[in-house]
């Protein structure tokens, strides 16, 4: 187990690298002088000596594998670099964002699953015309319906009508989890529902893929009632295709927190992005993406390791 | 319906009268792959049903646990577990009976094992399915039973998972699983088709010995007739959902009276024959469901068929000892 | 001796063509449903001129705000436009920067996929790295990246949606040649000796292309929702012009005026984008039944 998951530590350090460059050099490719970005575009003319400076204090008269390997070295001492255009380096509005954002995917993430898994479960242990059809439906539904939709018509009902919860702002979780909580409910159960509704089509997807395998049929053979065949022979298996699409649903996470974030006045890594991609802020942008990369790598590797413990064959490095 | 092999007074363990398993097939019709199967079986008793593939055996094996699949039904018929009627039990009490006192064995043991669980964890839940005993015991009644049916160095392997296992070893375990709580009546079905000749006689073997110990009552379903005429006390030949043939093995086998039965005994090949001899395979296809011929079942393929047969089916009757259900039987007289 | 012989064609006795997808498709209750649906939107869009039943720069200062009534069936906006109207009107913007955008991506997709297919060596591995890179990532993320860089007009959301959706055809593309080339009337029509371009025009781009329709059903679909994020979050089509995203937008900045203004072209993105996903789902469950 641990050489399997020492493997996928190294690589996915090996891709985060490979992704940093890739990052790097897109940033440099973008059209537009950043010097004349940081000066607000506005200004025509401006004489040689002051842009020669500016030039000089974003780093940007060395090399260009220099100003990357400064780069780099600034992120590993926890520098991302500075925002073009506030005052504040750009490590400094990630700190005050972040957890806006990461309390919202969690949320997000835990309400999916707390939706999907009993609900394909219970599909799975009483298959039933009625509620085959009701959840092949809210998948379906789920999976189309924009994430500003439910947003919107859920500050309408529950919001505004109702008036339960609050329908924007912030709450840092170690303050006051209660509140917190209760801020974030309205943004995560808006994200969770397309996220429920991923996993519900995948996950009864193999459920009945499985229910036709051998192996169920040997467990249901040994005397076990139909539920525990369901939890302990199928749901295992199914999950496997389930956690193998992490990926998927981080990516829907990501693009979705974007607008969960507007329509919901919070102010996490989402609503920095679109705010530095009105402003041209490239110095933000370039971490921000680095991050959501990062993201990525990070969880696939989770996903692996999570998978390495599920899954023994997995584990086996050389067959015997 | 059965001969016994001797004269042993052993208890029946499991009688069926008139088995028909009936398969929806859409737009409100159904098909019946098997028509009315009545046997018994007593303790220690080493049954098999013989046939080929869409003769349904399997279906008749799987009807006998209450593991049909979704669209199929027992339709008629009784079964009998040691004189109580199962096949209209509910299915939580039915949970309790199979691997407890009536158990199967499948024919792929590559893929009949939970590939996340080790295989002693999943003897383990066979056992517990039956019987309260605490995490210790259950995990060292596994190891016994491992290896009881050869499983070499259970203890240190007791916490392997199935893909660190050959064909062979899988298969004992399934088996493993199977009596663990001693039913009285064991059905295996094509248990060593998919393995190798060397492997599959010590699986039958071991099988022989267990069955033998604990006097269970053996249903071995096969299309390879060698391996009924080794394995088998007596014998029945299944075609087109029903029983054409039945009678002790080594009588069924060499003195077969139904026409089916000796065309399938003409087709194996014999190292004692002329090489070349052309294998005398029966001509044309197992009737399917859905297309039953009428009268006998088997008549389109049958050397003696005669008009009557292609009108009226054939009733059983008693040729030189064994159940037939043919018009013109080989050593019979005959209408 | 005679010119190259002409690829042979495969139907005749034995071999008689199923019932097209297309009748198949209809078959379905959902399907036609949704085809219709679509149908209906595409026409209602196309035709807002004629049907819109107001100018979509009418104003009418009497009825700011106004709730769902048989003269304005969605309502009206912060300056008494009719909403419909503006739906309608909208609808032409998103409709064609997604129809414009699949059309890139479907194009561009199809020759990296055939590529990828035909050149299988480190050249196919390299386009097929790109693809899986891209395809990581959300579209959002680099959706907005991307306007960050050239800006947002309708031209670029164009062919950034374009570009951002190809990688996921060019998949598509390349499985379903690889699956043909291995096909054995392939192999024959080579042994024959005709050309591969050939056999590439004639027969398997139309065996691909039933796949590849369906494929853009689903592309269409997640465009107009692209395109609506990134208006909605002003970052998409811009004022004056009007899309669906943007009338979400203003929608949203004047929620607590009217429930109404959001409301309706929120449904009518969702009934679109629903529409069409179910579209392309059993048009896919049609051309191949073991998938999905």
Same mark, same amino acid.
């Given at each position: 187990m641990f050489k399997y998951v020492l493997r996928h530590v190294v690589s996915s350090v090996g891709l985060l690298f490979l992704s940093s460059i890739l990052i790097f050099l897109l940033m440099r490719v973008i059209p537009g002088d950043p010097t004349i970005t940081k000066l607000g575009g506005t200004i025509k003319e401006v004489d040689v000596e002051t842009l020669a400076s500016i030039r000089r204090q974003l780093g940007l008269d060395k090399s260009i594998p220099e100003q990357y390997v400064s780069w780099i070295a600034g992120i590993a001492h926890g520098d991302f670099g500075s925002s073009y255009f506030s005052q504040f380096p750009v490590t400094t509005l990630i700190e005050q964002r972040v957890g806006a954002t990461l309390e919202l995917a969690i949320m997000a993430m835990l309400i999916g699953i707390l939706i999907a898994v009993p609900a394909s479960v219970a599909g799975a242990i009483w298959p039933n015309r009625f509620l085959d059809w009701a959840l092949s439906g809210f998948a379906a539904v789920g999976i189309a319906i924009p994430t500003f939709v439910i947003g919107i018509v859920l500050i309408i009902v529950l919001?505004?009508? /109702?008036? /339960? /919860?609050?329908t924007q702002g912030h709450v840092s979780f170690l303050k006051d989890p209660v509140t917190s909580v209760r801020t974030a409910l309205l943004p995560s159960i808006t994200l969770g529902i397309g996220v429920a509704a991923t996993i519900m089509r995948i996950l009864r997807a193999s459920l009945m893929e499985i229910a036709s395998a051998s192996f169920v049929r040997t467990a249901k053979g040994k005397g076990l009632l139909r539920r525990q065949v369901v939890v302990r022979h199928e749901l295992p298996n199914a999950s496997i295709p389930a956690i193998t699409a992490a990926g998927i649903i981080v990516a829907h996470l990501v693009g979705g927190a974007v607008i969960v974030e507007y329509v919901f006045a919070r102010p996490g890594l989402g609503s920095l992005l679109v705010d530095s991609v009105f402003q041209r802020d490239y110095g933000v942008l370039q971490a921000l993406v680095l991050l959501a990369a990062a993201a990525f790598i990070v969880t696939s590797l989770l996903v692996d390791v999570l998978l390495g413990f599920v899954d023994p064959r997995l584990r086996t490095e050389t067959s015997s | 319906m059965t001969v016994a092999a001797?004269?042993?007074?052993?208890?029946?363990v499991l009688a069926v009268r008139g088995l028909e398993v009936e398969i929806a097939v859409g737009h409100g019709a159904s098909i019946r792959p098997v028509r009315g199967v009545s046997f018994e079986v007593r303790s220690g008793q080493r049954t098999g049903i013989v046939g080929e593939s869409g003769s349904g055996k399997s279906l008749t094996a799987f009807s006998l646990m209450r593991l049909l699949p979704p669209r199929a039904r027992i339709a008629a018929g009784d079964v009998y577990l040691r004189g109580r009627e199962v096949s209209r039990l509910p299915e939580s009490e039915m949970a309790g009976l199979r691997g407890g006192k009536i158990s199967l064995i499948y024919q792929d043991p590559m893929s009949s094992l939970n590939p996340l669980q080790s295989v002693g964890y999943q003897v383990m839940e066979a056992i517990s399915a039956h019987d309260r005993v605490g995490r210790r015991e259950a995990r060292d009644r596994a190891i016994e039973l491992l290896r009881d049916v050869g499983l070499p160095q259970p203890e240190r392997r007791v916490d392997d998972y199935p893909h660190e296992f050959s064909g062979g070893m899988r298969q004992r375990v399934v088996i493993a699983m199977a009596i663990c709580a001693n039913p009285d009546v064991l059905i295996a079905d094509e248990p060593t088709t998919s393995l190798d000749v060397t492997t599959q006689a010590r699986i039958m073997d071991m099988l022989a010995q267990i069955v033998a110990e604990r006097q269970m009552g053996v249903i071995l379903i096969t299309h390879d007739l060698g391996l009924a005429a080794s394995f088998c006390d007596d014998i029945h030949v299944m075609y087109a959902g029903r029983f054409v043939e039945s009678g002790g093995a080594a009588s069924v086998l060499q003195h077969p009276t139904h026409p089916y039965s000796e065309a399938l005994l003409e087709s194996i090949c014999h190292l004692d024959r002329d090489v070349t001899t052309p294998i005398a395979a029966i001509g044309g296809q197992p009737p399917s469901p859905h297309e039953l011929p009428s009268g006998c079942p088997f008549h389109p393929r049958c050397a003696r068929a005669q008009d009557v047969c292609t009108s009226e089916a054939p009733g059983p009757v008693d040729v030189a000892g064994h159940m037939t259900e043919c018009h013109f039987p080989i050593g019979g007289e005959g209408p | 001796m005679s010119n190259a012989p002409e690829v042979v064609s495969l139907e005749g006795p034995g071999l008689e063509r199923r019932e097209s997808a297309g009748w198949r498709l209809l078959r379905r209750p959902q399907a036609a449903l949704a085809g219709l649906v679509v149908g209906l939107i595409v026409a209602a869009t196309i035709g807002a001129p004629l049907f819109? *039943?107001?100018? *979509?720069t009418a104003t009418d200062y009497d009825r700011l705000f106004g709730a769902p009534s048989w003269a304005h069936p969605f309502g009206t906006d912060e300056l008494g436009r009719d909403i419909l109207t503006r739906v309608l009107y909208g609808g032409q913007t998103s409709l064609t920067v997604a129809a414009a955008a699949t059309a890139i991506a479907m194009l561009l997709g199809v020759v990296w996929g055939f590529v990828a297919a035909f050149r299988e060596g480190w050249i196919g591995e390299i386009l097929m790295r790109v693809a899986d890179t891209v395809m990581a990532l959300p579209v959002i993320l680099l959706g907005l990246v991307l306007v960050a860089a050239f800006g947002a007009s309708i031209l670029n959301l164009i062919i950034i949606l374009g570009l951002l959706f190809a990688p996921a055809t060019a998949r598509l593309a390349r499985s379903t040649l690889l699956v043909e080339l291995r096909s054995e009337y392939y192999v024959a029509a080579v042994s024959v000796g005709a050309s591969s371009w050939r056999i590439v025009a004639r027969e398997l781009l139309p065996n691909a292309l039933p796949v590849l329709l369906a494929r853009a059903s689903l592309v269409v679909a997640e465009a107009i929702f692209v395109e609506a994020s990134l208006s909605f979050v002003g970052l998409g089509v811009q004022p004056p012009e009007t899309s669906w995203g943007t009338l979400l937008n203003q929608g949203y900045s004047n929620l607590y005026s009217s429930y109404s203004y959001p409301i309706f072209p929120g449904i009518v993105i969702l009934v679109a984008v629903l529409a069409l996903n179910i579209l392309g789902d059993n048009l896919q469950k049609v051309l191949d039944p073991a998938r999905s």
């Open positions: 919001g505004v009508e /109702l008036n /339960l /919860l609050p | 001797t004269d042993r007074l052993t208890e029946t | 819109a *039943p107001y100018a *979509p």
